[in-house]
């Protein structure tokens, strides 16, 4: 089973509209939970962080985390095609150093 | 780019031959990490670092191997590169409230 699972897409939203992008993750001592953004030819780029149930909002990004359930979403509102990317989910266990990844979920925002 | 300088950017190498990748951070961060990242499989850690000279394996190390003899410099060597080598790699430095990931420019490795 592998440690953050993530849907791979493509997820496609029109511009303007909320896109929903989901993880999961296999360990119930995860502690820490971000999100990354990552376009194409660059490397990943921290846009959330959350540790605590429930949502953390900043500007059109919302982080929701629910462990009890062990699953984190990550909601972009008002999309733009500057979204436009590949979107890493990643964890960190409560125990130790290391931080597991998703896959990774493609979005593109259509003009 | 939080201080951290990967090099080369781009290498090209053949299959059999040892390579070395250089990480440089200037902020004095005690962990250290290398991830390679294939398409299908996301980001895996190879190796991280969590001081001088102290080191730990990740989920991919078998033919990687590091070395870290000063704070600011972590080296990943491919002792005999192989065409399964071929990826991007990222060098990482935990920072900041949280001590969250952060990324370098990342270095293409092509073994052919």
């Known amino acids: 089973q592998k440690e953050v699972e993530q849907n791979s897409g493509p997820l496609s939203v029109p511009e303007g509209a909320i896109a929903s992008l989901n993880c999961t993750y296999s360990d119930r001592g995860s502690q820490s939970f971000f999100w990354y953004r990552q376009y194409s030819g660059k490397s990943p780029e921290l846009i959330m962080f959350?540790?605590?149930?429930g949502d953390k909002e900043d500007g059109r990004f919302t982080a929701q985390l629910n462990k009890a359930s062990q699953y984190v979403s990550l909601l972009i509102r008002d999309s733009q095609p500057s979204d436009s990317a590949t979107y890493l989910c990643a964890v960190i266990r409560n125990t130790g150093n290391q931080f597991y990844f998703g896959t990774g979920t493609s979005l593109t925002v259509i003009p | 780019d939080a201080g951290i300088t990967q090099s080369p950017r781009h290498k090209v190498t053949e299959t059999g031959t040892p390579v070395t990748l250089r990480c440089h951070q200037t902020?004095?961060?005690?962990?250290m990490y290398w991830y390679r990242q294939d398409p299908g499989h996301g980001l895996r850690l190879i190796h991280y670092s969590y001081g001088v000279k102290d080191t730990d394996k990740g989920e991919v190390s078998d033919g990687y191997s590091v070395s870290r003899s000063k704070t600011e410099d972590f080296l990943l060597t491919l002792e005999s590169a192989t065409s399964s080598q071929t990826s991007v790699y990222f060098c990482?430095?935990?920072?900041?409230?949280?001590?969250?990931?952060?990324f370098g420019s990342g270095t293409q490795l092509s073994v052919l």
């Open positions: 959350i540790y605590s149930n």
């Open positions: 990482a430095i935990r920072a900041g409230l949280g001590e969250k990931l952060f």
């Open positions: 902020e004095n961060h005690r962990y």
